[in-house]
């Protein structure tokens, strides 16, 4: 047995120091990113966040409404070969470039995947999101190698880890993007079940580390419960941030609004918890525990509210630090260590 002494950071444990700027307005900051690759050949240019590949959360209407802001979908897996090939159509290629397929690492899911792609038309299948719960199996790195293989041209985005040697092996077998996080989901109970996990912004900041070192990037994925953690992740390294809870609850969530004392509802749920296993795989595997659980999130209408507090959050943390662009956010920022439980008073 080992300790690592060092305290490792969440969001909640630091804030970000302004500077002094010559930027004079929100406006003059540019938060869309061009991005090249390590091994897929496109450049891509987007406000890089992603909805997270959750059922009510990674859903076709969510794409839609992403699309005129240049943000990011990992679709469900729960789509159907037909339903995704006639989305994909649909969006044509242009705003098929926003858009992930996502495979998990079973052989059947490597088959729909090959049947999809010979399905639909060519150059819609641009971006493959390759998750687990935990990557850091050999067949998982054996699993990106093989995708790799048969779609070189893919933007490849795989994880979920936390640390920088396993983010060197994904890259190396053929990832471009490494997502980031086991543990801090606001709808996971990895760390509650099983006592594994890592503090999320030292996990960005050590991974991106990694990462960039070899021309990988990384995407900061869960635990950004307000827009101020998402600034966090960027300013902490992650090219990338992917997030369900800020996107569900919305009509693009495409789930069922629940009417309690006198409030509108919806559901909220991990992909292991009880009721994604029981909506998707007729229930949880008698040997396997839930690590995922349910929550109901109030109704809050049309996604695109959300997505102007985004881009003006983001925004306005460039003015305070003095950077033109959203790739300058990390270089410009000094994190400073706060005291966590005084830091949750003034989030209340
Ligand atoms: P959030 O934005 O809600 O904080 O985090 C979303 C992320 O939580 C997802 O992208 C995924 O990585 C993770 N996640 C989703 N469902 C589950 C689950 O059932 N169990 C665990 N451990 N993590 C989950």
């Given at each position: 047995?080992?300790?690592?002494?060092?305290?490792?950071?969440?969001?909640?444990?630091?804030?970000?120091?302004?500077?002094?700027?010559?930027?004079?307005?929100?406006?003059?900051?540019?938060?869309?990113?061009?991005?090249?690759?390590?091994?897929?050949?496109?450049?891509?240019?987007?406000?890089?966040?992603?909805?997270?590949?959750m059922?009510?959360?990674?859903?076709?209407?969510?794409?839609?409404?992403?699309?005129?802001?240049?943000?990011?979908?990992?679709?469900?897996?729960?789509?159907?070969?037909?339903?995704?090939?006639?989305?994909?159509?649909?969006?044509?290629?242009?705003?098929?470039?926003?858009?992930?397929?996502?495979?998990?690492?079973?052989?059947?899911?490597?088959?729909?995947?090959?049947?999809?792609?010979?399905?639909?038309?060519?150059?819609?299948?641009?971006?493959?999101?390759?998750?687990v719960a935990?990557?850091?199996?050999?067949?998982?790195?054996?699993?990106?190698?093989?995708?790799?293989?048969?779609?070189?041209?893919?933007?490849?985005?795989?994880?979920?880890?936390?640390?920088?040697?396993?983010?060197?092996?994904?890259?190396?077998?053929?990832?471009?993007?490494?997502?980031?996080?086991?543990?801090?989901g606001?709808a996971c109970l990895t760390?509650?079940m099983?006592?594994?996990?890592?503090?999320?912004?030292?996990?960005?900041?050590?991974?991106?580390?990694?990462?960039?070192?070899?021309?990988?990037?990384?995407?900061?994925?869960?635990?950004?419960?307000?827009?101020?953690?998402?600034?966090?992740?960027?300013?902490?390294?992650?090219?990338?941030?992917?997030?369900?809870?800020?996107?569900?609850?919305?009509?693009?969530?495409?789930?069922?609004?629940?009417?309690?004392?006198?409030?509108?509802?919806?559901?909220?749920f991990g992909s292991s918890s009880d009721e994604a296993m029981?909506?998707h795989y007729?229930?949880t595997k008698?040997?396997k525990t839930s690590e995922g659980r349910?929550?109901?999130?109030?109704?809050?209408?049309?996604?695109?509210?959300?997505?102007?507090?985004?881009?003006?959050?983001?925004?306005?943390?460039?003015?305070?630090?003095?950077?033109?662009?959203?790739?300058?956010?990390?270089?410009?920022?000094?994190?400073?260590?706060?005291?966590?439980?005084?830091?949750?008073?003034?989030?209340?």
């Amino acid at each position: 047995m080992r300790i690592i002494e060092d305290v490792k950071l969440d969001y909640k444990d630091v804030l970000i120091c302004p500077k002094r700027s010559t930027l004079r307005s929100r406006k003059d900051t540019d938060i869309v990113r061009e991005f090249k690759f390590k091994h897929c050949k496109r450049i891509l240019k987007s406000f890089p966040i992603v909805a997270a590949n959750m059922d009510g959360v990674g859903t076709f209407s969510m794409a839609r409404a992403f699309f005129p802001f240049k943000m990011m979908v990992a679709l469900h897996k729960y789509y159907s070969i037909d339903e995704l090939k006639k989305f994909f159509e649909e969006i044509g290629e242009k705003n098929a470039q926003y858009v992930f397929y996502t495979t998990g690492i079973a052989d059947e899911d490597f088959e729909k995947m090959e049947k999809f792609s010979k399905k639909v038309k060519k150059g819609l299948l641009q971006n493959i999101c390759i998750d687990v719960a935990n990557g850091y199996t050999e067949r998982f790195a054996d699993y990106v190698k093989r995708v790799r293989e048969k779609f070189p041209e893919a933007l490849i985005m795989a994880g979920n880890v936390v640390t920088g040697e396993m983010v060197e092996q994904l890259i190396l077998s053929g990832a471009d993007i490494v997502k980031i996080g086991i543990g801090p989901g606001s709808a996971c109970l990895t760390r509650r079940m099983t006592g594994v996990g890592y503090p999320q912004l030292s996990a960005v900041i050590e991974c991106a580390d990694a990462a960039h070192g070899m021309g990988g990037r990384i995407c900061a994925d869960g635990g950004c419960e307000y827009v101020g953690d998402v600034v966090k992740a960027i300013a902490g390294g992650a090219d990338f941030v992917m997030s369900g809870s800020m996107f569900t609850g919305h009509d693009e969530s495409e789930q069922e609004i629940i009417h309690k004392d006198g409030k509108e509802y919806m559901k909220y749920f991990g992909s292991s918890s009880d009721e994604a296993m029981k909506r998707h795989y007729g229930g949880t595997k008698k040997y396997k525990t839930s690590e995922g659980r349910e929550i109901e999130v109030l109704y809050r209408g049309a996604v695109e509210g959300r997505i102007q507090e985004l881009e003006g959050g983001l925004r306005s943390a460039c003015t305070y630090v003095g950077a033109e662009k959203l790739k300058e956010l990390t270089k410009k920022t000094t994190f400073i260590k706060v005291n966590r439980q005084l830091n949750q008073l003034w989030e209340k």
